[in-house]
């Protein structure tokens, strides 16, 4: 990407500037390096530690507790190398030999692979690591930043996809991660590098931040006004009528009040023995690919085999316009079926509503609503993580305009939001754009390919 390109979309022009070559480089004999800093050392990554490829400890989840001390695992780790702020704890003596020390980087060897965590005992307070993390301690010449912002390279991703070994999850393990190629600039410049790297980031970031917050509030407005439609309709004069649910208020009073799971002239549970996933074959969506209001067929990727498709989907086999719900993990989101060719995993309900009183739009932008999310965790167990059961399904309430209104508030809804569709995907785009700089921008100064030495005294 160039800077041309991300300043097409309005990016700080103090962010995108062109950094200047170092004045000598060398083949690093490495085929993903290429040719790095002359003066720069080509290492293994456990030559720059002074413990090297420590897996972490194995514990069962019947150990975990709200107290004691953090239990890192692979899922607490964001893709930005961040802890969630969400995890469990474990006592202190199951894990004395897994405590983590200030400036150890952490590694995941399986599921998310080369996820990495730089640990800060100031920060993240006691902390022990489990088992599907690799440890590694760097020496004193080694800024442990330093080595953790390597793993954010496109370096890096090369040698993770040239060193996984794909299955139905990507494994690398601690040996071969010990064995991979690390650049290592003299120490004063490291400094200089991640110095720079902190301050050019955060700038991107505070851009990132103001993104968001834009699209949250358009996100909002956008919201408000599809659910005023589908919970008042278009007439501000109609006569209205108490619904008699909570959550509901006054509707107009020609529409029905009914039983969500009445409506449905088809509902299939998909629960039942996880079924046995492979490298390709019939696309699986769980409950990870249930966004609000779409399916993500990014967010995780799993297959089943098609001999085994009839089997997996014998409750019923999803068509175009069904709606899918998500009971746990998370609760509430839902989408309309875009695709035939799917299965169904556990934790998604099947809804085929009955053409003659509903439109799959109209029961889709109502599901999304405030009154029937408000339904559904009313309805809702768990302490960690909320889940409706399917035998509470039946005491949630839709409202049910005539089909001709419901295809009114259905235009209504296009033309009043075509606008912010629009605003709202460019923003997206300008989000992508800012990442993708970010990206390029520190895998070009911790692999040598800009030289920022003197960038180190810049405001």
Same mark, same amino acid.
């Given at each position: 990407?160039?800077?041309?390109?991300?300043?097409?979309?309005?990016?700080?022009?103090?962010?995108?500037?062109?950094?200047?070559?170092?004045?000598?480089?060398?083949?690093?004999?490495?085929?993903?390096?290429?040719?790095?800093?002359?003066?720069?050392?080509?290492?293994?990554?456990?030559?720059?530690?002074?413990?090297?490829?420590?897996?972490?400890?194995?514990?069962?989840?019947?150990?975990?507790?709200?107290?004691?001390?953090?239990?890192?695992?692979?899922?607490?780790?964001?893709?930005?190398?961040?802890?969630?702020?969400?995890?469990?704890?474990?006592?202190?003596?199951?894990?004395?030999?897994?405590?983590?020390?200030?400036?150890?980087?952490?590694?995941?060897?399986?599921?998310?692979?080369?996820?990495?965590?730089?640990?800060?005992?100031?920060?993240?307070?006691?902390?022990?690591?489990?088992?599907?993390?690799?440890?590694?301690?760097?020496?004193?010449?080694?800024?442990?930043?330093?080595?953790?912002?390597?793993?954010?390279?496109?370096?890096?991703?090369?040698?993770?996809?040239?060193?996984?070994?794909?299955?139905?999850?990507?494994?690398?393990?601690?040996?071969?991660?010990?064995?991979?190629?690390?650049?290592?600039?003299?120490?004063?410049?490291?400094?200089?590098?991640?110095?720079?790297?902190?301050?050019?980031?955060?700038?991107?970031?505070?851009?990132?931040?103001?993104? /968001?917050?834009?699209?949250?509030?358009?996100?909002?407005?956008?919201?408000?006004?599809?659910?005023?439609?589908?919970?008042?309709?278009?007439?501000?004069?109609?006569?209205?009528?108490?619904?008699?649910?909570?959550?509901?208020?006054?509707?107009?009073? /020609?529409?029905?009040?009914?039983?969500?799971?009445?409506?449905?002239?088809?509902?299939?549970?998909?629960?039942?023995?996880?079924?046995?996933?492979?490298?390709?074959?019939?696309?699986?969506?769980?409950?990870?690919?249930?966004?609000?209001?779409?399916?993500?067929?990014?967010?995780?990727?799993?297959?089943?085999?098609?001999?085994?498709?009839?089997?997996?989907?014998?409750?019923?086999?999803?068509?175009?316009?069904?709606?899918?719900?998500?009971?746990?993990?998370?609760?509430?989101?839902?989408?309309?079926?875009?695709?035939?060719?799917?299965?169904?995993?556990?934790?998604?309900?099947?809804?085929?509503?009955?053409?003659?009183?509903?439109?799959?739009?109209?029961?889709?932008?109502?599901?999304?609503?405030?009154?029937?999310?408000?339904?559904?965790?009313?309805?809702?167990?768990?302490?960690?993580?909320?889940?409706?059961?399917?035998?509470?399904?039946?005491?949630?309430?839709?409202?049910?305009?005539?089909?001709?209104?419901?295809?009114?508030?259905?235009?209504?809804?296009?033309?009043?939001?075509?606008?912010?569709?629009?605003?709202?995907?460019?923003?997206?785009?300008?989000?992508?754009?800012?990442?993708?700089?970010?990206?390029?921008?520190?895998?070009?100064?911790?692999?040598?390919?800009?030289?920022?030495?003197?960038?180190?005294?810049?405001?």
């Amino acid at each position: 990407m160039s800077a041309g390109d991300v300043e097409g979309f309005a990016i700080d022009p103090t962010v995108v500037r062109a950094w200047k070559r170092y004045p000598a480089y060398k083949d690093s004999g490495v085929e993903w390096l290429g040719e790095v800093p002359e003066h720069w050392e080509v290492r293994r990554l456990k030559t720059l530690c002074l413990r090297s490829a420590l897996y972490g400890a194995n514990v069962a989840a019947t150990a975990y507790t709200t107290t004691g001390v953090r239990f890192i695992r692979t899922t607490d780790i964001t893709e930005d190398g961040h802890l969630k702020e969400t995890g469990v704890f474990v006592p202190e003596e199951l894990v004395k030999d897994y405590l983590l020390k200030g400036g150890d980087v952490l590694i995941s060897r399986s599921g998310t692979v080369g996820r990495a965590f730089l640990y800060d005992s100031g920060e993240h307070g006691p902390c022990a690591y489990a088992g599907y993390l690799v440890r590694f301690v760097p020496s004193e010449n080694v800024l442990p930043k330093f080595v953790f912002l390597f793993t954010k390279t496109q370096a890096f991703a090369d040698f993770l996809q040239v060193t996984a070994i794909s299955s139905t999850i990507e494994n690398v393990n601690g040996e071969k991660y010990a064995n991979a190629t690390w650049l290592l600039p003299p120490l004063p410049e490291q400094h200089t590098i991640v110095a720079f790297l902190d301050r050019e980031t955060a700038r991107i970031d505070a851009l990132i931040e103001k993104k /968001h917050r834009f699209i949250e509030l358009l996100e909002e407005k956008r919201q408000a006004l599809i659910t005023h439609a589908v919970t008042k309709g278009l007439d501000p004069d109609v006569e209205m009528k108490d619904s008699g649910v909570e959550w509901i208020g006054e509707v107009p009073t /020609h529409w029905e009040v009914r039983a969500f799971t009445r409506c449905a002239i088809e509902q299939a549970d998909y629960r039942g023995a996880t079924p046995t996933k492979t490298e390709s074959g019939i696309f699986l969506v769980t409950a990870k690919n249930i966004r609000k209001g779409w399916i993500d067929y990014e967010a995780s990727r799993e297959f089943v085999s098609e001999i085994d498709y009839l089997t997996i989907m014998r409750r019923g086999l999803p068509q175009l316009g069904d709606l899918l719900l998500t009971t746990e993990a998370p609760l509430g989101y839902a989408a309309l079926v875009d695709r035939e060719d799917i299965a169904l995993a556990q934790r998604v309900i099947r809804f085929r509503m009955d053409p003659s009183l509903f439109e799959p739009r109209f029961v889709l932008y109502s599901v999304l609503s405030p009154y029937f999310q408000n339904q559904m965790l009313c309805q809702s167990t768990g302490s960690t993580v909320l889940g409706i059961k399917a035998s509470k399904l039946p005491q949630l309430k839709i409202l049910c305009p005539p089909v001709s209104e419901q295809r009114q508030i259905l235009a209504l809804i296009d033309k009043k939001c075509a606008m912010p569709d629009k605003i709202l995907e460019r923003a997206n785009r300008q989000i992508a754009l800012f990442k993708e700089y970010r990206t390029a921008l520190i895998s070009a100064a911790v692999t040598g390919k800009i030289d920022v030495r003197d960038e180190g005294e810049a405001a």
